[in-house]
């Protein structure tokens, strides 16, 4: 049986551990700690495409680490990003650039990698501009996610203040980014995340304020992007808690199930992703015995699912079973300071 670790990043106020390395118990669906890592307020972390290196966020920019035989990490470099603290990062699909998404200052920063995963110099700074529909937190650009589309030609980078996502083409040669397309969201919806599908064709964004997943189907003609909506489903129950607010949307390791988690209505929904239409078909919307899931993540064989409850310190454990759409908590919770983030790595 194939060996797994997971990685889970935290707040450090009044602590200095930001990422915590776990053993995935795959038979029982939990975790067992085994290293602690010092990094300031890991929000978010990535591992590159090639499974060798992980990168975080923190305060001073982001950090780069090598991914040891037993699943522990060993830092190689740190650097800035020349503006306010991060909230995302990723790699492009050959692993020569991170993008990091700037909420704060809507700012989208690119980075070079080297050959051994380290940290290079910043190679574009693109800020956004405008103003958003609704006169408070969103009143102003906040890129809260960056991704390359699959055939790595596209940064998509959404855009939670002005409810939309912009589509760069990117120059694999100077690491500069330039606008082609805006993917517009309804007004007052707040595009926090995005996930691609496996064979690249379908985009899906999930909507914080709203509560809302949107499909989209990519085609790239006459070296142009093109997307076409094809389908906007709910992440919540009719009868949800009224301050619900979307929080995370994870893959399974097998690109047949999504997953979303709701914040307020403390929730998570697993969908079934048609092989062909790319569509999504609700199993089931349930809760998760915590408080505001930052982030939840199957586990690789699908048996079992972490849910990380950002505001009672705590993860939860669950056995799914999708046939008959049941979630039931299968171990006991864990406690871990406001944890945001989960990535699973196989050994």
Same mark, same amino acid.
């Given at each position: 049986?194939?060996?797994?670790?997971?990685?889970?990043?935290?707040?450090?106020?009044?602590?200095?551990?930001?990422?915590?390395?776990?053993?995935?118990?795959?038979?029982?669906?939990?975790?067992?700690?085994?290293?602690? #890592?010092?990094?300031? *307020?890991?929000?978010?972390?990535?591992?590159?495409?090639?499974?060798?290196?992980?990168?975080?966020?923190?305060?001073?920019?982001?950090? %780069?680490?090598?991914?040891?035989?037993?699943?522990?990490?060993?830092?190689?470099?740190?650097?800035?990003?020349?503006?306010?603290?991060?909230?995302? $990062?990723?790699?492009?699909?050959?692993?020569?650039? $991170?993008?990091?998404?700037?909420? /704060?200052?809507?700012?989208?920063? #690119?980075?070079?990698?080297?050959? *051994?995963?380290? $940290?290079?110099?910043?190679?574009?700074?693109?800020? /956004?501009?405008?103003?958003?529909?609704?006169?408070?937190?969103?009143?102003?650009? !906040?890129?809260?996610?960056?991704?390359?589309?699959?055939?790595?030609?596209? $940064? @998509? %980078?959404?855009?939670?203040?002005?409810?939309?996502?912009?589509?760069?083409?990117?120059?694999?040669?100077?690491?500069?980014?330039?606008?082609?397309?805006?993917?517009?969201?309804?007004?007052?919806?707040?595009?926090? !995340? @995005?996930?691609?599908?496996?064979?690249?064709?379908?985009?899906?964004?999930?909507? +914080?304020?709203?509560?809302?997943?949107?499909?989209?189907?990519?085609?790239?003609?006459?070296?142009?992007?093109?997307? +076409?909506?094809?389908?906007?489903?709910?992440?919540?129950?009719?009868?949800?808690?009224?301050?619900?607010?979307?929080?995370?949307? *994870?893959?399974?390791?097998?690109?047949?199930?999504?997953?979303?988690? *709701? %914040?307020?209505?403390?929730?998570?929904?697993?969908?079934?992703?048609?092989?062909?239409?790319?569509?999504?078909?609700?199993?089931?919307?349930?809760?998760?015995?915590?408080?505001?899931?930052?982030?939840?993540?199957?586990?690789?064989?699908?048996? /079992?699912?972490?849910?990380?409850?950002?505001?009672?310190?705590?993860?939860?454990?669950?056995?799914?079973?999708? +046939?008959?759409?049941?979630?039931?908590?299968?171990?006991?919770?864990?406690?871990?300071?406001?944890?945001?983030?989960?990535?699973? !790595?196989?050994?």
């Amino acid at each position: 049986m194939d060996k797994y670790v997971a990685y889970v990043s935290c707040y450090t106020q009044g602590s200095k551990i930001g990422i915590r390395v776990y053993d995935v118990d795959m038979e029982a669906g939990t975790f067992h700690e085994k290293d602690e #890592v010092q990094i300031s *307020n890991s929000s978010y972390m990535t591992i590159s495409h090639n499974r060798k290196h992980l990168y975080s966020i923190t305060d001073y920019g982001v950090e %780069a680490y090598d991914i040891e035989a037993d699943g522990r990490i060993k830092t190689i470099s740190q650097a800035s990003i020349n503006g306010m603290r991060g909230c995302y $990062l990723s790699t492009d699909y050959e692993d020569k650039y $991170l993008f990091v998404a700037g909420y /704060h200052d809507g700012k989208i920063t #690119v980075l070079s990698l080297d050959e *051994n995963g380290g $940290l290079g110099d910043i190679v574009d700074e693109v800020y /956004h501009k405008g103003i958003g529909s609704v006169a408070d937190r969103n009143f102003r650009p !906040h890129v809260n996610c960056v991704k390359m589309t699959r055939d790595n030609k596209y $940064l @998509l %980078a959404a855009d939670l203040g002005l409810d939309h996502v912009k589509v760069y083409r990117f120059d694999h040669a100077t690491g500069k980014l330039s606008m082609v397309d805006i993917i517009h969201s309804e007004q007052y919806s707040g595009p926090r !995340h @995005l996930k691609i599908s496996k064979d690249g064709m379908y985009i899906y964004i999930i909507h +914080e304020a709203t509560c809302m997943v949107d499909v989209y189907r990519y085609i790239e003609e006459n070296d142009n992007p093109e997307f +076409e909506k094809i389908q906007s489903i709910s992440t919540v129950n009719d009868y949800h808690a009224g301050d619900s607010a979307a929080s995370a949307i *994870n893959l399974s390791w097998d690109f047949r199930y999504m997953l979303c988690s *709701n %914040a307020g209505d403390n929730s998570v929904t697993l969908y079934n992703i048609d092989e062909i239409s790319g569509k999504l078909d609700k199993i089931f919307c349930l809760p998760i015995s915590g408080l505001y899931p930052k982030d939840a993540a199957l586990f690789p064989d699908n048996r /079992h699912l972490v849910s990380l409850n950002h505001e009672n310190n705590t993860m939860t454990f669950f056995g799914v079973d999708p +046939e008959k759409k049941t979630l039931v908590m299968c171990a006991k919770e864990i406690k871990i300071p406001m944890p945001n983030c989960v990535v699973f !790595h196989r050994l």
